[in-house]
């Protein structure tokens, strides 16, 4: 049996917990699917050592709270390859894709949340009415 989506855990702070929050709620939408989008915004951008540096340096404060969220399975299949290219970068083995998903999360929420606003906004401009109003 096949899955369309798999269940991870996402370690963030408090603050980036509430952001994510208020974002699906701006959005209509839920904490995953925020998730979801962010790691669309910024994996592609994970492509040299600088970058790949900067995703590290997310990891820098501590993350106590815990937050499970559920990916599509091809975009968690993403992770796995980010972090094989973060390691082949740094040198550095973050040892699981649920270490490259909160790094992932925490670098784009590390943005200007007026500008992560208008980028979900941009994102789903093309959502049909209906799914907006869920």
Do not use: K
Not at 58 to 75: D, G, N, R, Y
């Amino acid at each position: 049996m096949e899955c369309d989506e798999v269940i991870m855990t996402v370690r963030i702070t408090a603050a980036e917990r509430a952001l994510l929050r208020r974002l699906a709620q701006g959005h209509h939408s839920d904490v995953s699917e925020v998730v979801a989008d962010g790691l669309l915004d910024v994996l592609p951008t994970l492509h040299c050592p600088a970058d790949a540096h900067r995703l590290l340096a997310a990891l820098a404060t501590p993350a106590p709270c815990a937050l499970t969220v559920w990916l599509p399975t091809e975009l968690a299949d993403l992770l796995t390859i980010a972090t094989a290219r973060v390691a082949q970068s740094t040198g550095v083995r973050l040892g699981s894709s649920c270490i490259m998903l909160g790094a992932a999360v925490r670098l784009w929420l590390a943005q200007d949340p007026q500008r992560l606003a208008a980028n979900l906004t941009t994102m789903h401009a093309g959502r049909p009415a209906a799914l907006a109003a869920a």
